[in-house]
């Protein structure tokens, strides 16, 4: 069924930190997409880097002859504004006690077309 929404009440939430990260044991972006999806956010994306820096300055780049892959992350939810704001509040702590530096952002966003796949 595809589903047409035109609506200001949806946002993205986005996260921006390194592919190293971490939240206990697990990578940071398999922890938060994998708590997204038990919270029932309706969507979540994760994309990496090929270059990039933060509030660190260090520039991360992708290079053949790295050993480590330490690049930058962009983790994206999408869903309506009011879910993604519970969603953070949870776990906000969690990237508050993270050793490393990340960026959180949320913007309003519309949604033109949600389609499901079969």
Same mark, same amino acid.
């Given at each position: %069924?595809t589903?047409?929404?035109?609506s +200001?009440?949806?946002?993205?939430?986005?996260?921006k930190?390194? !592919? !190293?990260?971490?939240?206990?044991?697990?990578? =940071?972006?398999?922890?938060?997409?994998? =708590?997204?999806?038990?919270?029932?956010?309706?969507?979540? !994306?994760?994309?990496?880097g090929? %270059?990039?820096?933060?509030?660190?300055?260090?520039?991360?780049? +992708?290079?053949?002859?790295?050993?480590? &892959?330490? =690049?930058?992350?962009?983790?994206e939810?999408v869903?309506l504004?009011? /879910?993604? &704001?519970?969603?953070?509040?949870?776990?906000e702590?969690? =990237?508050l006690? %993270?050793? /490393?530096?990340?960026?959180?952002? %949320?913007?309003? !966003?519309?949604?033109?077309?949600?389609?499901?796949?079969?």
């Amino acid at each position: %069924m595809t589903k047409k929404v035109r609506s +200001s009440s949806y946002s993205r939430l986005k996260i921006k930190a390194s !592919t !190293t990260d971490k939240i206990g044991s697990k990578l =940071l972006y398999q922890y938060l997409v994998d =708590l997204a999806h038990k919270k029932g956010i309706a969507g979540a !994306t994760v994309f990496r880097g090929i %270059m990039g820096f933060g509030s660190s300055k260090a520039i991360n780049s +992708s290079r053949f002859w790295e050993l480590t &892959e330490k =690049l930058p992350v962009v983790i994206e939810f999408v869903d309506l504004s009011e /879910k993604l &704001e519970l969603f953070y509040s949870e776990i906000e702590q969690d =990237l508050l006690n %993270m050793p /490393k530096g990340c960026l959180v952002t %949320m913007e309003p !966003t519309e949604i033109l077309l949600q389609k499901k796949g079969k």
